[in-house]
DNA sequence: GGTCATTGTTATGGT
DNA sequence: AACAATGACC
């Protein structure tokens, strides 16, 4: 255990007493190890037992990452530490406590696609058919009730007036409880009502934690608060630790004002700013510190660095979206010449689709890419489809699954079965399955034949393996065979395969039953045992770590992700691609002061990720829901400091569709037979190839050095032969147009 | 009554 | 562009 690496704010966090505290951690200032040393001080210095922790981070991943800095601090079993998401954690003290709570031990987690299709199932199950509300509304009108901790009885009728997404809560509610669903935030809802309704329990864990500690505190919203509140004796004392400029998920029903009442409730005087940032160079926090200024009510930080400046932040314009996608291309291209490893290099943007662009070009240039929390392994159809008949080899009652899956593979069960069945099923009050004998007609038979499918899956998980089962599964559905026959459908037989990996993996880890909730406690009154199946750990595992990336990562790809997916990860190189009105701030955000604010602090996630070099890139016209769209650069670069910025334009003549030209650009003539390859252009502007003069090859995007101009950057490169020129952008002089045979242009680094 | 092909629609972020 | 809804054909 070395508290000498630690300077003095963490030092102090890391070994603050038994008192509630808030530590405001700016980022990249060490909030994570600050955290790791606390937890391994607190062992280290036997101040606590390993059982009286409870740690919540907010991913998975940020378990996992914490749980191996602890262990290369302190020599322990970390059987018996309670660590893990605010979801992972509830889900844990519900199974223990199932008896407690009328749940079946079956209960099923689900996830937000099955929320949405058992949302779209009631309401075509009730004939709901106004088109004011789409499924979308009601998933989220639902979920935010029940993140502040409102069921439908306590509703104010008289201050919510929209009784028809009242009326559908209850239907949702009542259909939840009589299937034993639970979506993911009734998991918390669910946990803080066993607490505030049983004294027993909630004393057990009051005495049982002695220390909590929270990550991303900024994050948690007004439920996770509460049920906080409930889990934390008396004796218990609060670590929290967030940074309210990272707030970003206030979409999900997070807080921001749970850190200042945190503050003013809990940790009195206790409050502890990590402000030297280790990660970035001067130029890139001097622009997150501009930025981040233009929002009101934070409660303030500036990070400071022992670093210098570094590079200026290359801000670059492009003609069109294509035409950054392959700007990025040339830029990553050069940088990997220059020796960086790709994996440095994280390219980040506002919304999943814009990685479709950016991927074409990646991929066609051949630069390696690893795409996060686009294709999620757990969502994709074929997997779904897999699951829907675990789930009803669970649960035979859950229609949702049931109608997933009845006519999948294809098995002559059409449109108008169904629809009878439904109808039977309803008026005798009977699930689907029970009601499956009923059905007349062919597809009577065929629905009956399905049942007994299910019938045969249930016997044999009494038999079977985990991974046998899945593997048994996949065969007797018929879904392997399906996806056999057709090559295109290749594919997804592999990803079935890999389920099965997947449930290998997972029962060789024994993730069920090693986990720490299994130790028993002192307290013998009540005893924190989960009894469940592998086959139900498997799937609460799924839907809780849907986001984990079961695909091998290659450690030499481009980083490409959304800047929420970022969050708590750092790169030597950062791109922010999308710098534009409409887009970051995404135009559903700029209505309202707060959504303004909520973007701004999301460019100031983004911009902070960024180790040595940052660019920020934008496109002044974008293919957009099969429009072109014209869009004006992000309010966000007038905002951030001028004198940290360099701007640029791309070379831009890569397009396939009309732009508007830029000022003083080249007047590009695109042609419309052709996709994304380089066009001519009537123009002496050669734009990525580079120029050899006197020895030296220049290219554009370069950064050079001139005697009298001082810094600048490559911007375009014109004509050839002796007649050559650079046009370049200075740091401090703007834009000249420099004979490259004479003026004295070196080249940096 | 079931399946396949076509048309129409619509789009943040994700434990 | 991905998905749901609709219509033509078996």
Redesign the pocket.
């Known amino acids: 255990m070395i508290l000498e690496e630690l300077n003095k704010a963490q030092k102090e966090a890391v070994t603050l007493g038994a008192s509630h505290a808030l530590v405001l951690a700016g980022a990249g200032s060490g909030k994570t190890k600050v955290l790791a040393s606390r937890l391994s001080w607190l062992l280290d210095t036997n101040q606590t037992a390993i059982s009286s922790i409870l740690a919540v ?4 991943k940020a378990a996992r990452e914490m749980i191996s800095r602890v262990l290369k601090m302190v020599n322990i079993d970390i059987r018996g530490l309670w660590i893990g ?4 954690l509830c889900h844990r003290m519900l199974r223990i406590h199932s008896n407690e709570i009328n749940l079946s031990k079956n209960f099923q987690i689900i ?2 696609s099955d929320q949405i ?1 058992l949302i ?1 199932q009631i309401i075509k199950g009730n004939n709901i058919n106004d088109l004011k509300y ?1 499924p ?1 509304d009601f ?2 009108f639902i ?1 935010s009730q029940k993140e502040n901790g409102v069921r439908f009885i306590d509703v104010d009728i008289n201050r919510n007036h929209n009784r028809y997404l009242l009326d559908f809560y209850k239907l949702y509610e009542d259909y939840c409880f009589t299937h034993d669903l639970v ?3 009734e ?2 809802l669910r946990c803080y009502e066993l607490l505030k309704n049983n004294d027993d329990i909630r004393r057990h864990y009051n005495d049982k934690f002695a220390h909590i500690l929270i990550d991303e505190f900024q994050d948690t919203n007004k439920l996770q608060y509460k049920w906080i509140n409930l889990i934390a004796g008396k004796q218990t004392s609060v670590f929290a630790v967030g940074d309210d400029d990272q707030s ?6 997070a807080d921001i004002d749970n850190m200042s009442s945190f503050e003013k409730t809990y940790a009195k005087g206790s409050v502890i700013r990590l402000e030297q940032n280790y990660r970035s160079f001067g130029n890139i926090l001097g622009a997150a510190n501009s930025l981040i200024k233009y929002n009101k009510g934070r409660l303030g930080k500036t990070l400071w660095t022992e670093q210098g400046k570094g590079d200026p932040i290359r801000v670059v314009e492009s003609s069109s979206d294509i035409a950054e996608a392959y700007w990025l291309v040339e830029e990553i291209r050069g940088l990997i010449r220059k020796g960086v490893s790709a994996s440095d290099i994280a390219v980040l ?6 990685s ?1 662009v950016i991927e074409h070009a990646l991929f066609s240039s051949n630069i390696p890419y690893t795409v ?2 686009g294709l ?1 392994f757990f969502e994709r ?1 074929e997997v779904k489809h897999a699951l829907a008949y675990l789930r009803l080899i669970l649960n035979p009652n859950d229609d949702n699954a049931w109608l997933r899956v009845v ?1 999948f593979p ?9 629809e ?1 069945h439904l109808e039977i099923a309803k008026s005798n009050n009977l699930s689907l399955m029970d009601s499956a004998k009923h059905v007349s ?3 009577g038979v ?1 629905i009956s034949l399905f049942a007994s499918l299910i019938d045969d899956l249930i016997i044999n998980s009494n038999k079977l393996t985990l991974p046998e089962l899945i593997e048994y599964t996949i065969d007797r559905s018929g879904l392997s065979l399906y996806y056999k026959s057709d090559k295109d459908l290749y594919d997804r037989l592999e990803n079935l395969k890999e389920l099965i990996t997947a449930a290998t993996v997972f029962s060789i880890e024994e993730k069920y039953d090693s986990t720490p909730a299994c130790s028993f406690s002192v307290n013998a009154q009540v005893e924190e045992e989960i009894i469940t199946t592998p086959l139900i750990a498997f799937l609460s595992n799924a839907s ?4 984990e990336n079961i695909s091998v990562n290659n450690n030499s790809s481009v980083q490409l ?5 970022s969050k708590g990860l750092e790169f030597r190189i950062v791109f922010i691609t999308g710098a534009e009105e409409g887009l970051f701030p ?1 135009e ?2 700029i209505s309202e002061d707060s ?1 303004l604010e ?2 701004r602090r ?1 460019m100031y996630v983004a911009i902070t990720r960024a180790e040595e070099r940052l660019y920020i890139s934008m496109a002044n016209s974008r ?5 072109v769209r014209y869009p004006s650069r992000s309010r966000f670069l007038n905002e951030i400091d001028a004198n940290h910025i360099q701007w640029s334009k791309s070379g831009g003549v890569y397009d396939n569709y009309p732009s508007r030209s830029f000022k003083d650009g080249p007047n590009i003539s695109y042609n419309k037979s052709s996709k994304n390859t380089l066009i001519n252009i009537d123009c002496n502007v050669s734009s990525n190839k580079g120029l050899i003069v006197n020895d030296k090859l220049f290219l554009v995007g370069q950064s050079v050095n001139h005697g009298r101009f001082g810094e600048g950057v490559i911007v375009r490169l014109i004509g050839s032969g002796n007649s050559t020129q650079a046009q370049v952008n200075f740091q401090k002089h703007g834009m000249k147009t420099l004979a490259l045979s004479v003026a004295k242009l070196d080249i940096k680094e």
Do not use: C, W
């Not at 981070?57 to 998975?60: K, M, V």
């Not at 998401?85 to 992972?88: A, I, L, R, V």
């Open positions: 981070t907010f991913t998975n998401t605010f979801h992972g996830d937000i299709s779209k789409q979308k998933q989220r979920n979506d993911f935030s998991l918390l970003i998920y206030a979409f999900r029903g943007y506002r919304s999943n689709m814009q479709r996060y929390g999620r159809q006519n294809p098995r002559g069960i059409g449109i108008r079965t169904i009878n007609g062919r597809g065929n809780l770590e849907a986001s992700m959304t800047v929420h997916a995404h559903n955000s959504g909520e973007e999301l293919m957009l829901r099969g429009q």
